[in-house]
């Protein structure tokens, strides 16, 4: 297996712009996590999902910040509108689940609001 | 809830010599603990991890990590680091039950020559 697939790896765009950042999890995988990391906070968990549903989105910043897992092979984290404050390195990870498992993590997103 | 505390920000270590980077967690009961690394532009990569059983827990690249209840800790070491082990370390903590990992600010090491 190729791994956690993230893309893009970098993003810049401009402030207003809609940005969608996709994520294929390993096969088989039953979670998948976004995760959020910057200088000022680390690293956040966003939102998690089981078997395609979402469970805890309360990491989710503000409203402009949606997740959608329309099937088991891909995710998308998008936000609109951007703010530059929203600039970080976005990191999908996905596991087995239950015990005796761990997150794979992908190589991440670097998004750059200008 | 749980969380991790990572105390120091960065450490600086001469190639060769031993290394111990800290982490403490608070946990009302046995957590599950992970050691990730991450080097520059890449992601989180598992290094060890303790579940049960043995509190001396090994890994990979020549690490390994140590649970201590009593202390709420689970510090990770190396006898002796090499260049390549430059990178930034995060310890979690996950709760029983519900494996989600909850991630500490993390340590940047940096290998003197």
């Known amino acids: 297996d190729a791994g956690v697939i993230q893309s893009p790896r970098h993003e810049v765009t401009e402030m207003g712009q809609e940005v969608t950042l996709r994520c294929k999890p390993i096969?088989?995988?039953?979670?998948l996590f976004w995760y959020r990391q910057t200088m000022m906070r680390g690293l956040e968990l966003l939102i998690y999902?089981?078997?395609?549903?979402?469970?805890?989105d309360s990491g989710m910043p503000e409203d402009r910040f949606s997740a959608k897992m329309p099937n088991a092979s891909f995710s998308t984290l998008k936000i609109q509108p951007s703010e530059p404050r929203d600039s970080a390195v976005y990191f999908c990870?996905?596991?087995?689940?239950?015990?005796?498992?761990?997150?794979?993590f992908g190589q991440g997103t670097r998004l750059t609001v200008v | 809830a749980q969380s991790v505390t990572q105390p120091d920000i960065h450490i600086t270590v001469s190639e060769g010599a031993s290394l111990e980077l800290r982490c403490n967690y608070s946990?009302?009961?046995?957590?599950?603990l992970f050691w990730y690394v991450q080097s520059p532009g890449q992601g989180l990569q598992l290094l060890l991890k303790?579940?049960?059983?043995?509190?001396l827990v090994q890994g990979i690249k020549g690490f390994e990590a140590e649970f201590k209840r009593s202390q709420s800790s689970f510090n990770l070491r190396k006898p002796s680091v090499h260049w390549s082990d430059a990178a930034e370390y995060f310890c979690?903590?996950?709760?029983?039950?519900?494996?989600?990992?909850?991630f500490g600010r993390g340590t940047s090491l940096i290998v003197h020559p």
């Open positions: 303790y579940f049960s059983g043995d509190t």
């Open positions: 096969s088989g995988h039953d979670y």
């Open positions: 999902f089981n078997n395609n549903v979402p469970i805890d």
């Open positions: 946990y009302g009961a046995t957590p599950y």
């Open positions: 990870a996905s596991s087995l689940g239950g015990q005796n498992t761990e997150a794979f």
């Open positions: 979690a903590v996950g709760a029983r039950g519900s494996y989600i990992p909850t």
